[in-house]
């Protein structure tokens, strides 16, 4: 409640917005009522044809037709997209555009429903939260100049969760699968719109649950029998309101919350080398303590009004509280190995001790650390967009303010496990709270944001300019000498421009400046500024009848890139100064439905997405704390977890009945640390399980279905289909696998009321 009431006191300082556009044309509220719809970086999917930038927009059906939850199966799609896995279920995504930084998409914008959604994302943009793909209705990615309007994070790219609109009419949908590992997936709404004497009234009750008993297994001891216990629960309900009064100007008010809460038996621990060439599921029994609890609630109501038919006001109130409480195996300490990191133990240090120790072997001593967080934001944003004709040219004048705050407060401590020769434990003892970390970063942005779409004929010309001023606070209560604040103006802009030679041939090329606010932490002890980049790029979009394609080369110049110094390690938990980076590449994605193009009757589509990203250091690493996997890097080299080549390609048969599709996917392999070496050795050359590199690796999934009745179907798939092991990341501790072969059935009920 304190969080809530101090949120509201800085809030009534200002009513402000950032930059979210609404593009519609000119509304009649008395011959055609507008559904305001939910706010879209991209807008109506035919949109992606004028966007004068690289756009791709994933929709319904391609979310459903594989059944995937896992936003890093969903993203295949989008050309310039680099993840890195973790967990294999989708939890704990990595996501990066055009060579950005992965860890935690930490920098890129993450919003649901045009709304910030990262638990704070100026003060601690990690992105412990992720919104459950399996319920969304559709994703949104954007990168280039059109980003001017987001924030915080706009040096690589925006994106956007669309979670299930209110229909129009009414519907009840409900989809539940059963699958490998014990998986149960259940999603289901229900809503209508009415028409009443007061106007037009819609809601939406919405609920998800994602289970699953994991697919490894946790080495058993004399005193530890629950070795199968590596699975997790999702839980995401939600509700919407909307109201549009019977009035002469056209409004409405739409309101949103969502509950959502995980508990998930995810350790950072991962395998030796040779352990995980085994068997890459086996968990060591050192892990046995590791759990994420986390809970969030939150929403927004947003207020639409035009005042005219060339004039549009959206207004957007927010507030969301997230707490997660990480508990994990932090590192080994005293006895016969000594202090020693996970990663370093891993890699065979002190020849073994210390992976002896993990593996429960002999008797030793296992810091588990309680890594309880809290967070809020909150914040008020208005957008304006005006439309107009000047002489021979046709202007869309969009321009926003946003008042933003969010808050992250860290409250820690240790437990020291006793090991008994065996792997039995024999003793504890527990920290006092918050005795390893007490502190808190707080962050009020204030931002503002003007674009200007000019058309004059078949050329289009789009300027922008953002402006952000952010106060930031950061309280250490264990070293109150590092306490203080800081101030910081960020500038960004730039301007696209493009050709129209038909309907169905556009190119575009735009060049902007963007950038990445540190944390208040970086901010005030650190000393560090924000990251900036200045971003190129040329493309051109095609379109005829069943077949589209889009083409976009990409060169963005990055200085003072900002990286996490480390995740989980036993270093200094600070961010630090990479320096300057270049990344360019190439983005393709085509899509062509044969059996449409040639009247087969059916529907035979086919998908390519392709990526190559060139990503190099230009600098020597100023680094020299050996918990970073950014530290030692020299110049010439690539950047940790960016591969060079990914490539996603689909196809299927869909009849009036039934249909099939399948999807494969490969990835190049990657450095893990700059120093881009292929051993498990730091710059210090130093055993370090972190380092080395990913595999290559290529799956694919196939999926199907068989119309039962109207409304009802019948749905079967396999990922994995060649159960492909794989290593997708040695972050936060050592190698880690993508999921094993993982088959489920179902049924898909959805109909109108």
């Known amino acids: 409640m304190l969080r809530f009431k101090r949120y509201l006191g800085s809030l009534s300082l200002l009513m402000l917005i950032n930059s979210f556009a609404f593009d519609a044309e000119s509304k009649d509220k008395i011959e055609e009522p507008i559904i305001l719809e939910t706010i879209n970086v991209i807008g109506d999917p035919e949109n992606l044809r004028d966007m004068p930038a690289s756009a791709q927009y994933i929709d319904t059906e391609q979310i459903r037709g594989q059944s995937y939850s896992d936003i890093n199966r969903i993203l295949r799609r989008a050309p310039g997209v680099n993840i890195r896995e973790e967990d294999g279920f989708g939890l704990f995504p990595n996501i990066s555009f055009r060579g950005v930084d992965t860890t935690r998409s930490a920098k890129i914008t993450v919003m649901e429903d045009g709304v910030?959604?990262?638990?704070?994302?100026?003060?601690?943009?990690?992105a412990y939260y992720n919104p459950a793909g399996g319920r969304m209705s559709g994703v949104e990615v954007l990168k280039g100049s059109s980003q001017i309007k987001y924030g915080p994070h706009i040096t690589g790219g925006v994106l956007n969760y669309l979670s299930t609109p209110i229909p129009a009419t009414g519907k009840a949908y409900l989809k539940s699968i059963y699958g490998s590992y014990g998986e149960f997936r259940a999603h289901g709404f229900v809503g209508d719109t009415v028409d009443t004497a007061h106007g037009r009234f819609g809601y939406l009750v919405e609920g998800f649950y994602r289970g699953s008993d994991g697919f490894k297994k946790i080495d058993e001891t004399a005193d530890f029998k629950n070795g199968d216990q590596t699975g997790f629960q999702q839980v995401e309900p939600m509700v919407r309101l909307s109201w549009e009064p019977e009035t002469e100007m056209y409004q409405k008010l739409e309101v949103k919350y969502g509950y959502s809460s995980m508990d998930a038996d995810e350790t950072y621990l991962g395998l030796s080398e040779e352990d995980f060439r085994k068997d890459p599921f086996r968990r060591y029994s050192s892990s046995r303590f590791d759990n994420i609890d986390s809970d969030r609630?939150?929403?927004f109501a947003r207020y639409f009004v035009s005042p005219t038919d060339n004039l549009d006001i959206v207004t957007t109130a927010y507030y969301s509280e997230f707490d997660r409480n990480w508990i994990k195996l932090n590192d080994i300490r005293g006895g016969a190995t000594g202090n020693m990191s996970l990663s370093s133990a891993l890699a065979g240090a002190k020849n073994g001790l210390g992976l002896a120790c993990l593996k429960?072997?002999?008797?030793?001593?296992?810091?588990?650390?309680?890594?309880?967080?809290?967070?809020?934001?909150?914040?008020?944003?208005s957008v304006a967009n005006y439309r107009f004709d000047l002489g021979d040219t046709h202007h869309e004048l969009s321009g926003g303010f946003r008042y933003h705050q969010d808050e992250e407060a860290r409250f820690q401590h240790d437990t020291l496990y006793k090991q008994a020769a065996g792997g039995t434990i024999v003793g504890s003892v527990v920290g006092a709270p918050g005795s390893e970390d007490n502190r808190t970063g707080l962050t009020r942005a204030y931002a503002f944001f003007l674009k200007d779409r000019i058309e004059f004929g078949n050329l289009g010309f789009t300027p922008g300019f953002r402006y952000e001023h952010l106060n930031q606070v950061f309280t250490n209560n264990l070293d109150p000498r590092t306490n203080g604040n800081s101030s910081l103006d960020l500038y960004a802009g730039g301007a696209s421009i493009d050709y129209k030679f038909n309907d169905e041939l556009m190119v575009f090329a735009g060049a902007?400046?963007?950038?990445?606010?540190?944390?208040?932490?970086?901010?005030?002890?650190?000393?560090?500024?924000?990251?900036?980049?200045?971003?190129?790029?040329?493309?051109g979009r095609y379109k005829h009848g069943a077949f589209s394609a889009e083409l976009t080369g990409f060169y963005t110049q990055f200085k003072n890139l900002l990286v996490v110094n480390n995740i989980g390690g036993a270093g200094t938990g600070k961010s630090e100064n990479f320096g300057e980076v270049d990344s360019r590449g190439v983005e393709m994605a085509l899509n062509f439905d044969v059996g449409d193009a040639f009247g087969w009757g059916f529907r035979n589509p086919y998908f390519l997405s392709f990526t190559y990203t060139d990503t190099e250091q230009l600098n020597d690493a100023t680094s020299t704390d050996a918990e970073s996997i950014f530290s030692f890097g020299k110049k010439g080299n690539r950047v940790p977890y960016i591969p060079e080549f990914v490539l996603s390609f689909g196809t299927g048969v869909h009849f009036d009945r039934w249909g099939v599709e399948i999807v494969g996917n490969y990835v190049d392999e990657t450095f893990t640390c700059a120093n881009n070496t292929g051993d498990q050795l730091n710059g210090l050359n130093q055993p370090d399980s972190r380092c080395g590199k990913t595999d290559d690796y290529a799956i694919a999934d196939i999926s199907g279905y068989y119309k039962v009745a109207k409304g009802v179907k019948i749905l079967a798939g396999v990922q994995n289909l060649s159960d492909e092991k794989y290593l997708v990341s040695r972050q936060p501790h050592g190698p880690r696998p993508g999921m094993p072969i993982f088959a489920y059935g179902g049924f898909e009920l959805d109909f109108d009321m």
Do not use: M, W
Not at 512 to 538: C, I, M, W
């Open 116 to 126: 910030l959604v990262a638990p704070a994302p100026y003060s601690a943009p990690a």
């Open 297 to 299: 609630n939150g929403g």
């Open 360 to 381: 429960g072997d002999i008797a030793c001593n296992l810091s588990v650390r309680d890594n309880n967080r809290s967070y809020y934001l909150g914040g008020l944003e």
């Open 512 to 539: 902007h400046r963007g950038f990445s606010p540190p944390s208040p932490q970086n901010a005030v002890v650190d000393k560090l500024g924000e990251e900036t980049s200045n971003a190129y790029e040329l493309g």
